[in-house]
């Protein structure tokens, strides 16, 4: 909020600038050692088949648990993580702990699920990112179109060849790949053609709206687009009985929303997926 003004007056807003710096540093600070001291945990959300409603996939999502019971959101501390360059750390841990999950899963008779990891810019920079990704699917004895790296569009803009290049050998690979919150970035297209991707997910702001209205046409849209392509789609954010309708109605695969689970501990997502066979 302060940089925004920067050019404004900047003797006024400097005090504002030391203390969100401070701020920062401490989380960051904090981060790490919780990091380190393994405190960070991955929760799992179930994906769904929208015409059978069973479980094909799941996402998982960093948590990081506070002192008094509390979760730091993801959306305040990965931008932290990034800015420090420990989400490389970290995002080699999220991808160990998905392909053991997975092995795991696999191990109990849950053999097809998918498992969708997230990824930051900082992560491609790294200059051994492909190895260690192949490594780790390798060393769990996962089968690598059982994980699909999500993305999301500005990242891709950020760096278009170092993240293509780096996709196009994943994809050789095996592994799949996902766009992200597809419609929020705003971005040119051209990088569809480029990109080697199996699936769009459609943002949940356009989930939202299921009355005819600018929200829908966009989510209508973008399942036409990821169709003509040969993409496959899914709704992320659904959380009432009616989006999941709609959203099956234009030709979306599948979903992931409150409606059929939040995120949960491995634990719980065993327990869930019992649920299911019985
Ligand atoms: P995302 O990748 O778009 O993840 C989906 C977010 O939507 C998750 O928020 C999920 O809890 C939330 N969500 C799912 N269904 C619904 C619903 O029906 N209603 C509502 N209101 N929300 C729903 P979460 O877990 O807070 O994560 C936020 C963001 O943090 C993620 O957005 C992703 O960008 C980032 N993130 C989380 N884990 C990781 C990670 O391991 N690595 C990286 N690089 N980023 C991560
Ligand atoms: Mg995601
Ligand atoms: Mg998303
Ligand atoms: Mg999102």
Known sequence: KAKKNLNTNFEYYAPEMEEETTWRLDMIRQLTRDFEAKKLQLWYQPQVDLVTEQIVGMEALLRWPTSDGCFVSPVVFVPLAEYSGLIIDIGIWVLEESCRKLSALSAQGYTGLRMAVNISM?????????????????????EPDRIELEI???????????????????????????????????????????????????????????????????????????????????????????????MLKLGCDEAQGFLFAKPMPYEQLLEFLAAQDS
Do not use: C, H, W
């Open 152 to 246: 999301t569009e500005s990242v891709v803009m950020d760096e278009p060849q170092i993240v293509i290049e780096a996709l196009q050998e994943l994809k050789l690979f095996g592994v799949k790949v996902a766009i992200d919150d597809f419609g929020t970035g705003f971005s040119s297209m051209s990088y569809l053609q480029q990109l080697p991707l199996d699936r769009l997910k459609v943002d949940r702001s356009f989930i939202n709206e299921i009355t005819p209205g600018k929200s829908a046409f966009i989510a209508e849209t973008i399942v036409t687009l990821g169709n003509k392509l040969g993409l496959s789609t899914i709704a992320e954010g659904v959380e009432t009985r009616e989006q999941a309708s709609y």
């Open 122 to 142: 900082p992560q491609f920079r790294d200059p051994n990112f492909i190895d260690t990704v192949k490594n780790i699917i390798t060393k769990f004895g996962v």
